[in-house]
């Protein structure tokens, strides 16, 4: 299978503290990937790293295209002043033109790009919403349409269902299944969701500073890998409430 992202012995600092350890990682186009690990085991760093937003201070990563039209990220904290006057049109709009600031004319292949991105995420009926007055749930759904408006091969999600309800972390899982089978993205999801991501992804890549494995959930059920890398108890069932992720047919054109 094509290589879509090859990180080769990458060492990262971020001020005095080594962030990632000699970490060698190859990712596969249209994996879904579960990045898991501690708190501060260098999940971000490693997304922050492959979307070419940290250099590495040692080794090589490999993206098979240009950043910009092969990545789209999904930051841990979206920094938006809530009180701030934008809408969801204008949020997704960041995406398609980063840099210009957005204040600048729309061109039509640009409109196309935002109301693809606000379709496929289903959020079209909120474009002309303050993006301050949408609930967490739905500001998650602009924010990966953002990251979706450049059209990416690569989707990196950092922590994408912390404070999101039971109903709406359900909903967004199905959301994700749905815009692989759709657009044939990878995607590689940091998360401390064990209870669903396990049940979801085709690989785990666990992380604290070295990659303390890189294999099928299938695999690692039942080891005591996970508990290395956390240093604490740590299990996972797959067998649970959560079925193993389901392929989806759309017979409809994406545009309908
Ligand atoms: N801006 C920064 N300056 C200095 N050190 C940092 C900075 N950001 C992160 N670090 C350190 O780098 C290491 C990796 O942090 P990182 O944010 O990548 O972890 P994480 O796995 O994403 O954690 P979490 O689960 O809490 O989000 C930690 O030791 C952290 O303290
Ligand atoms: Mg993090």
Redesign the pocket.
Known sequence: MATIVELENVWVW????L?LKDVTLRIEEGKYIGLM??????????LKTIAGLIKPDRGKVKISGPISRTIGYVP?EQRLDPDFPVTVYDVVEMGVHTGLGFFHTVSKSEREKIEYALRSVGIMDLASRRIGELSGGQKQRVFIARALASKPRLLLL??PTTGVDTKARDEFYRLLNELMDEFSLTIVL?S?DLEVVPSQVDEIVC?NQSVFVHAPPEEIEGTDILKKAYGCEFEFMLHGRYPHRVIHRHDEASDG
């Open positions: 971020r001020g005095k503290n962030a690990g501690p708190n501060g085991g260098g999940k971000t760093t490693l841990q950092d922590e940091a401390h992380i």
